[in-house]
């Protein structure tokens, strides 16, 4: 079956660095655009960074251009989201999404 699992989470001061990884099962990886999206509380969830089956084509949210990037690793069936200069504002529950399927989500807390 599909699976999808989130790791790299956490509590990190502002300005700080995380890099998220999402393992993916169940699918042919390599044929499908990965995507992040976060939720934070009380907010709609959004698309952070979306990646091509072969990684030559990246995007990105506005809030999110310059600080974050988003990669691949199609040997691994891994996406990752390298995550630098968060701001406060980057609280939210982090998801990876791919052939439909979301994964279960991991915390990201930006807090001094």
């Known amino acids: 079956q599909v699976q999808l699992v989130e790791s790299g989470g956490g509590l990190v001061q502002p300005g700080g660095s995380l890099r998220l990884s999402c393992a993916a099962s169940?699918?042919?990886?390599?044929?499908?655009?990965m995507n992040w999206y976060r939720q934070a509380p009380g907010k709609e969830r959004e698309l952070v960074a979306g990646?091509?089956?072969?990684?030559?084509?990246?995007n990105y949210a506005d809030s999110v251009k310059g600080r974050f990037t988003i990669s691949r690793d199609n040997a691994k069936n891994m996406v990752y989201l390298q995550m630098n200069s968060l701001k406060p504002e980057d609280t939210a529950v982090y998801y990876c999404?791919?052939?439909?399927?979301w994964g279960q989500g991991t915390q990201v807390t930006v807090s001094s």
């Open positions: 990646i091509s089956g072969v990684g030559g084509s990246t």
């Open positions: 169940g699918f042919i990886f390599s044929h499908y655009t």
């Open positions: 999404r791919g052939f439909g399927y």
